[in-house]
Structure formats: C-alpha cells, structure tokens
C-alpha cells in the first residue's frame, strides 16, 4: 500500500509518499517561515499564495523522489482540519484535483491526529498513550485509544507555547541578536537560555490553583512583558534594544514554561493510571511539536516521565514540526483501520477549527 500526504494547514506546504511498513519513498517540503518572521507573523492571503505557487511543485518533486506515478497510489490523504482556512483550501483543492484525475480513494486528515500518531512510524508503540503536543499553533493533552479514537485531557485556554515564546523573543528584539538572527522565537529563547540564570527572575507557573489539565500562556506572557519593560527603564535601554539581562528572563521564561507543561502532563498521567486508562507499569508518553525540541523541556518531562514510571518517547525533531509524512502516515493507518477512505468527494469541505476527541477535561477536574 502506498500513501501520497499533503500538507498545508499552515505555513509549510509538504508532502511525501509513504508506505505500509512506514518506508518513507519520497517528500518534499517548502517551508514559508522567513517571509513570515519578515511581517513578525504569518498573514493568512499571504501564506495562501506562497501555497499557490509551490503546491504542485512540491507533489511533483515527492513523487519523482519516490519513482512512482500518481496511479500507484492506494491513496491521498491531505489535511483538511484544523488550519487556516486560506491554507487549508489550497492543499484540498489540489488534493481533490489529483483524486478525480486518477481515481484515488481520499483520506481526509485531521493535522493532531496525524501528530499524534507519528511516533508509530518510528517506534513501536501499541495503544493507548499519552500525547502531549506542544507547538506555535497547538497545545494539547490527549490520550490516543485508537487511530480515531481520542480522549481530550487538557488544552490551552488561550495561545499556545510557542506561539507565547515567539511573542517574548520579539519583545525582546532577540532577531537583532547575532547568534539568533535566523532562528525562531523559541529556539532563540533556548539558545539565549544557556547563557542567563533561571534562579535571577523568579515567575510563576500560571494556573497552579486549577487542578485540572488545561494550560495558559497568555498570562505568563504579560508577566514577562511587564518585567522587560521594567527592565527597559531600569537599564536606560529602549523598546527594541537588547537588555543585558536577556538571557537571564530567557532561562526564567523557559523555566516557567517548562515547569507549566510538567505540571499539568503528571497531572494527566495519574488520571490516566488512576481511571486505569494507561497501563500501570509500562505507559508512554509522547511529546511532539515545534516547542518539544526545547531540551530543557524535554528534560523536565523526562523527570514526570521517570517519576511515574513511564517511558518517554519523542519523533525525530523533523517529524515533531509540520511535515508530509505524518500526514501520509494517518493515511496509511486510516487504511489499516479502515476509517475514514472516501471514494465519494463530494461534499467535503476544510474545518478551520475542529477540536480533537470527546473532551474529558471536567473529569480531570472532579478527580482531582
Ligand atoms: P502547528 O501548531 O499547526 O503545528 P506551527 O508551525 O506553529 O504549527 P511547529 O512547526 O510544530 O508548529 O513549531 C513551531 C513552533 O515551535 C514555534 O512557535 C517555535 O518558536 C517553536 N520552537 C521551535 N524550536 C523550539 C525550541 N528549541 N524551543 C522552544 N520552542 C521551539
Ligand atoms: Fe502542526
């Protein structure tokens, strides 16, 4: 069997060819993120264009990369939920293009899901499991029962890790910094981290008196704005130059952030060995993501992993951002599932916003 995924529910227009034993043939990706650190964000028509302009490029290169033809394939699976609508529309429309010129099966996606189970490519790692999935646009615990079978532990209430990390390394004009020109605001944060004291500033991790599951970040980020500013005057620096205490709200930032995701994730781990949802001796957790690259993160979910006997697992890091094979690869376990294969495309349409699984957050609140 043989899948074609295609991607753009963002900012990366991506696609591969995988297989049923998980054999990645070909991808290719084209990634918008230097406009969009141009504009300090991604402006949607803009992304829609860039899209336009390289779609089929891509699709071509993967399947050239891959030696086989569009009639090969078993099927196209393509994101359609959530997104950008913008971005969303043009990786469907093409999608439906190719499925009504080869006769294709379509596998519509859902881009957490497709996160969520990308770790099955590279691991083997049987249901269920916990899944933490922490990016610029998503944050979210869940509990993965089956291919389409999730349970909704917690999400952000507001914005999400990285995007709250993009938010401080602007404020703190980290793009103007040599070492972090080029990089994004939270590998900047992690880079300039190494270099600060995390005990100089001490913030707290939002939401400590709400024992449930849920995350927020936009506190925290008027938290560490009000403190730049503070800083500002005290250094005599102005709005758009680099403090010399940068690094050191950089490692307090990331601290707190980390701390936050640890909290909330041991939380979820005992509702889970307690409803007897995880296996009491052998459970895993999974982290994926931009955000889970950070290795100080990491590594505090290494200490709740370690501490409640779990195993932590995470993708390489360029499975853990936004990719073709992922989606490829829902494909593929759609069709073992036997979930989810349209070969009627009428009708279908994207979800901007599309929740993942049945919500169980009020239980994770009363068990608490
Ligand atoms: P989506 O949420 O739909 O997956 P996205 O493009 O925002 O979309 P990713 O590509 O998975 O998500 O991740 C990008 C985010 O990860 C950015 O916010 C970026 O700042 C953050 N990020 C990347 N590297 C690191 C790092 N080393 N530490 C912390 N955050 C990081
Ligand atoms: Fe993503």
């Known amino acids: 069997k043989l899948v074609l995924g295609i991607e753009t529910s963002c900012d990366d227009t991506a696609a591969a060819v995988v297989d049923d034993a998980g054999h990645v043939l070909g991808e290719a990706m084209h990634s918008q993120t230097e406009v969009h650190l141009k504009t300090g964000g991604i402006v949607p028509p803009v992304a829609q264009q860039l899209h336009r302009e390289n779609i089929q490029r891509i699709v071509e290169e993967t399947l050239s990369a891959s030696s086989i033809s569009p009639r090969d394939l078993s099927a196209i699976a393509t994101t359609v939920k959530p997104g950008l609508a913008l971005s969303l529309g043009v990786g469907l429309s093409f999608s439906l293009q190719l499925v009504n010129q080869f006769k294709k099966p379509f596998i519509p996606i859902h881009h957490m899901e497709a996160h969520a189970l990308t770790i099955r490519l590279t691991n083997k790692v049987e249901f269920p499991f916990l899944v933490l999935l922490i990016s610029g646009g998503h944050c979210l615990l869940a509990l993965v029962r089956g291919v389409s079978d999730f349970l909704l532990l917690g999400k952000s209430l507001d914005i999400a890790p990285g995007d709250m990390l993009d938010k401080v ?3 703190l004009s980290l793009i103007k910094h040599p070492e972090c020109s080029t990089m994004s605001g939270g590998k900047a944060i992690e880079h300039l981290a190494k270099q600060g004291n995390r005990f100089h500033f001490t913030i707290n991790p939002p939401m400590q008196n709400v024992k449930n599951c849920d995350f927020s970040f936009t506190g925290l980020q008027h ?3 009000r403190l730049i500013k503070h800083k500002e005057k005290e250094e005599g620096v102005e709005k758009g130059q680099i403090l010399s205490s940068a690094a050191d709200i950089a490692a307090a930032v990331q601290h707190t952030t980390a701390c936050h995701l640890a909290k909330r994730t041991h939380r979820a781990i005992l509702f889970c060995k307690q409803k007897n949802l995880l296996s009491p001796a052998d459970a895993v957790l999974v ?3 931009g955000v889970a690259s950070n290795l100080y ?3 505090a979910l290494e200490i709740v992993a370690n ?4 195993t932590l697992l995470c993708p390489p890091p360029r499975l853990c ?3 073709g094979i992922m989606i490829a690869w829902n494909g593929i376990e759609r069709l073992h599932a036997g979930l989810g294969i349209l070969h009627d495309v009428e009708g279908i349409r994207y979800e901007p916003k599309c929740p993942l699984g049945v919500d ?5 609140a009363e068990a608490a």
Request: charged letters at 35%; a positive charge.
């Open 169 to 171: 390394a602007r404020r």
């Open 223 to 225: 938290v560490i704005d």
């Open 287 to 289: 982290v994926s993501g």
């Open 297 to 299: 993160i990491r590594r």
């Open 307 to 310: 501490a409640t006997q779990c």
């Open 321 to 323: 951002t936004d990719n």
């Open 360 to 364: 169980i957050s009020k239980e994770v």
